[in-house]
């Protein structure tokens, strides 16, 4: 019996020792967790991002094994704690997904770490500062606002002092003189503005700054240029050389072509016509000269051009013919008579016949006497005839002229003939010339070039050698 109980204690305490045994030599399993985080881009170093945890509380060390790209996080080995180590690779258009692996001491797995970057409006812009020469020109450039972002920009001032000093490309943020009189040291050796830059939608403010240099400004001359119609009148103002100087200015003409077509004011510097006879179009369409501005130490010289624009002028050959009468309230309107006589002898037609609508004898109504002419007599060869089918000049619409176009072709007879020899016509002679103007059924107008008179010729007159030259309106 009791060798019985001996051997039931030793199995006992033999089971005991082996439980306990157990029980010290047991592993606790440990996992990480995997990290996915989504964060706008261009972060700040140090940033959070998140935690790898485990599945147990253990105490763990914790330690980044791999990341793409090298360099990009940070971890607390004691908490697990992720943080932004380089912010400048936290970047979308570069890396818009960093990855990494971290593993603890101790633990069955590697957490996988998911950082997602957001891509974001971004827009970056520099001040702009810069220094020029007061006195520049309207229109110079100051340089351009540097701005990058990831959409197309924008470009507006939004404030400026002096206001309108400064103009702005909306396209290219290129910076342009306004109005150069505000860009003057001695009233604004600074202009600012504030430009706004827009990145579709995202809109951020930089500030422009322009210093401007003090410069000796003894004389400032500007350069002068107009534009007005030839034949002027003698003493006709033209405009004024503008200058300025802290002291009197005085002003002299150096040099002009033609020479003495320009006069101008000594102390005012306006230029006036000297000689109008010399703006002439056809002559010297342009007028220059050379303008000296001295304020008793210094000079400068300033240019001049006078542009002159092409008038209708009486005996100018234009459109086919030479201009004899321009409508005194329209000077682009007006009429002009062939270079030559057509046939002498030629009759007017129709004789014992009177044509309705042939009587106008006012200047502008030979068109339709010679219309109405045409209409009612088909005899081929007669004046109005010959006339209206001209082609002088590779024009098809001339006429006959009414009686009083006629006395305008008489009373400039002169310029036209010197005009018509020059553009291989011939002279207008002292005789009868036929105008569209019927008096009745047997007699139309005639006037006797030379002389001017007018008189009624029949018809059918031939043996006074009646002559006739064509017109047409432009």
């Known amino acids: 019996m009791k060798r019985a109980l001996k051997t039931t204690s030793l199995l006992i305490a033999i089971l005991l020792l082996n439980f306990s045994c157990s029980k010290d030599d047991e592993v606790l399993a440990i996992n990480l967790k995997d990290v996915k985080v989504t964060i706008d881009e261009n972060p700040t170093n140090g940033q959070v991002l998140g935690k790898v945890e485990s599945d147990n509380s253990s105490s763990l060390t914790f330690s980044i094994t791999t990341q793409t790209p090298a360099g990009a996080l940070s971890i607390n080995k004691n908490t697990g ?33 998911t950082i997602s970057i957001n891509n974001i409006n971004e827009l970056n812009i520099l001040n702009f500062t810069t220094s020029i020469d007061e006195n520049p020109t309207d229109g110079q450039s100051l340089g351009t606002v540097q701005a990058t972002g990831d959409a197309t920009l924008s470009y507006s001032i939004a404030s400026q002092t002096p206001a309108g000093a400064l103009s702005i490309n909306a396209s290219t943020g290129e910076l342009t003189v306004a109005d150069a009189t505000l860009f003057d ?44 119609d030839e034949n002027p009148t003698n003493g006709s103002a033209l405009g004024i050389v503008q200058a300025n100087s802290a002291g009197t200015l005085s002003f002299s003409i150096t040099s002009q072509t033609p020479a003495g077509a320009l006069n101008i004011n000594t102390s005012t510097g306006e230029l006036t016509v000297a000689d109008a006879t010399l ?70 037609g129709c004789l014992g016949t009177d044509i309705a609508g042939a009587n106008g004898t006012e200047i502008g109504q030979g068109q339709a006497n010679t219309t109405a002419i045409l209409a009612s007599c088909s005899t081929a060869g007669i004046a109005a005839d010959i006339a209206s089918n001209s082609t002088y000049g590779g024009y098809t619409d001339w006429f006959l002229p009414s009686k009083d176009a006629l006395k305008e072709i008489h009373i ?42 007018e008189s009624s010729g029949s018809k059918s007159n031939m043996a006074l050698g009646f002559h006739t030259r064509a017109v047409r309106a432009f």
């Open 185 to 228: 040291f001695e009233t604004n050796p600074t202009i600012t503005a504030t430009v706004a830059v827009d990145n579709a939608g995202n809109i951020q403010n930089t500030n422009a700054t322009i210093n401007l240099n003090n410069v000796n400004e003894l004389i400032s001359v500007q350069n002068f240029t107009t534009t007005i």
């Open 279 to 348: 703006f002439d179009f056809e002559t010297n369409p342009t007028i220059t000269a050379n303008i000296s501005v001295n304020n008793s130490e210094n000079t400068e010289t300033a240019t001049t051009t006078v542009n002159l624009n092409d008038v209708n002028e009486i005996g100018e050959f234009k459109y086919g013919g030479v201009i004899f009468w321009l409508d005194p309230s329209d000077n682009n309107h007006g009429l002009v008579c062939a270079v030559s006589d057509h046939p002498a002898n030629l009759t007017w």
């Open 81 to 113: 704690e992720l943080t932004v180590a380089d912010a400048t690779l936290f970047d979308f258009e570069t890396n818009p997904t960093i990855t990494a692996t971290v593993s603890a001491n101790g633990a069955l797995n590697k957490a996988t770490v």
């Open 412 to 453: 400039h007879r002169a310029i036209i003939n010197n005009t018509a020899a020059l553009n291989g016509g011939s002279d207008l002679v002292s005789q009868h010339y036929w105008s569209s103007s019927q008096v009745n059924a047997f007699g139309a107008w005639a006037i006797l070039i030379g002389v001017g008179t």
